[in-house]
């Protein structure tokens, strides 16, 4: 892995102490590695068109041989995803697969492996776009319309775009009071549209969680889901596989619990935070604050997911 070899990047003399090391692209510590595990929204695309260099970085290491797996927080299967994908002009081909927290969410209410998801009955309450519902889709279960007549709750994200945590309120209030378990599909907060933040499904669920909410998170940052990417990816725990991301509290912190070493690409999630644009890296010592502050710190840094 990339912390265990002596040509890993290092700060400068000019560099503060404690600095992350930045690179211009991933081409300067892709052999390092045997495989990869890239993020999607904010990484490879913003949900709206491909990332600049984006596509151009996934073919280099196509032609390389490395296995990619596409590791996402959407709330949705693997295969409306790729199909996702595929409309944005991301082809198939250049990557080898995906998996998603929505897949994760759906094995798992499928196979009800621990006591949590066996101890769920019937009825679901879907908290999100009802045409987000591919991750209950075809199970043995009824989705209702109301709290009250709900056995538990799928939460996939906001009901609207421009709607805040606290609009939830009062409906979490109720779900509360009734003991409702909540399934999360999705732990991210937010996410960026285009040049628009919206909250996702996490910021609903930590909310109702600091409530005394009973919730079971699918997804990075959470150690199951690097353990079945692993698997995907046909490599075993400490295997030298590079986790990229633009979030400190999933991407990075994730791959921290896992074990794995990490690229964060300062240009997405946090580039307002970083006072930062797209293709600029960021001033060393905010970008290793900032990782402080999250409690989360990559290997290396870079503005964007480039070769």
Known sequence: MLADTPEKPMPTDDMPAGAIPMVDGLEAIADRYDGFIVDLWGTVHNGQTPLPGAIACLEHLRADGKPVLILSN???????????????GI????????????????????????SFHAGLDRKCFLLGPPED????AGLDYEIVESIR?????????????????????????????????MVCANPDLEVIRGDAREICAGAIAE?????????????????????????????????????????F??????????GLDSLMITGGIHAQK?????????????????AAQYGARPTAAAAAFRW
Do not use: C, Q, W
């Open 207 to 247: 909310r109702y969680a600091r409530a005394g909410g009973a919730v079971h998170f699918h997804g990075k940052p959470h150690k199951p889901i690097y353990e079945a990417s692993l698997a995907l990816l046909g490599r075993d725990p400490g295997a030298s596989v590079l986790a990229i991301g633009d979030s």
């Open 274 to 290: 970083l006072g930062v644009e797209p293709f600029d890296l960021p001033e060393p010592g905010r970008l290793a604050a900032l």
């Open 149 to 181: 007549a709900a056995h538990f709750i799928l939460a996939v994200g906001s009901f609207r775009r421009t709607d805040t945590v606290a609009d939830y309120d009062g409906l979490l209030g109720a779900a509360n009071d009734r003991h409702l378990p």
């Open 133 to 136: 519902d591919s991750t209950i």
């Open 91 to 114: 082809p198939d081909e250049i990557y080898d697969a995906v998996f998603s927290s929505g897949e994760a969410a759906y094995l798992a209410l499928r196979d009800r492996p621990d």
């Open 74 to 88: 959407a709330p949705r299967r693997a295969e409306p995803i790729i199909e996702r994908m595929r409309a944005l």
């Open 249 to 258: 509290g999933t991407d990075i912190a994730g791959a921290n619990a896992a």
